[in-house]
């Protein structure tokens, strides 16, 4: 086990609806990133957070947006779902950010849109 | 552009025998690479890594070969195992980029008893 938790564990949503997915980091890890993972295929980059900060981002749309908290545990908030939002969201955190080191994953969020 | 692929979709061995994963990245770039496991239903699990400067690192029945020369990773399982059964992605960092993991498709290895 890596340390890092995700709630909740399953999700379903209708299309438009809101929703916020919660991460913990691992402890003594003060990076997490957060990727979207559909079904059969790898996990896409959504965006990076490091002391509070969004320190980057991948091609996403501004209605997935995020939040660290001083206890570097994060959200991450996708607006007016959509039927393709479907995926497993992953949070990985890791201790250096914008540099080459490890991440750790957590189990991830089904989420389900309908 | 950046990609990480990978050669087969699906790989089928004997338990026992050795199994060999491999991935082509693109990015001369990279410096940074990651192996990760995923079982159904999981996230996916750290197996091992290496970096730009090294072209082989060793872990426990596992072993990453890395050649800058043709920008080709491979993963390497001894004695494969029931358990070892999941989906093996390659990953890349970029250096100089955020530290955000570059995932290819993934490699579903079938471990036959």
């Known amino acids: 086990e890596t340390g890092v938790t995700q709630s909740p564990t399953h999700l379903i949503k209708t299309r438009g609806q809101q929703v916020t997915l919660r991460c913990s980091s691992q402890s003594g890890h003060n990076t997490v990133s957060w990727y979207q993972q559909a079904l059969g295929q790898g996990p896409q980059f959504i965006f990076q957070?490091?002391?509070?900060?969004?320190?980057g981002r991948g091609n996403f749309p501004p209605r997935f947006s995020g939040l660290q908290f001083p206890n570097y545990s994060s959200e991450l908030n996708v607006n007016a779902l959509e039927l393709d939002d479907s995926a497993l969201y992953l949070c990985a955190s890791s201790l250096i950010s914008g540099g080459a080191d490890t991440q750790y994953f957590g189990p991830g969020t089904r989420l389900t849109v309908l | 552009g950046e990609s990480v692929g990978l050669h087969l979709p699906t790989l089928s061995v004997q338990e026992g025998d050795n199994s060999i994963i491999n991935c082509a990245y693109s990015n001369s770039a990279s410096d940074y690479f990651i192996w990760y496991k995923q079982e159904s239903g999981k996230g996916p699990q750290f197996i091992i890594d290496?970096?730009?400067?090294?072209d082989k690192r060793q872990g426990q029945r596992v072993t990453v070969l890395l050649s800058k020369t043709v920008k080709h990773l491979s993963l390497q399982i001894a004695a494969t195992q029931p358990g070892d059964s999941a989906v093996y992605f390659c990953a890349e960092i970029n250096g100089g980029s955020q530290g955000n993991l570059i995932f290819g498709k993934g490699t579903k290895l079938s471990v036959k008893p």
């Open positions: 290496i970096r730009s400067n090294m």
């Open positions: 957070y490091y002391r509070e900060e969004e320190n």
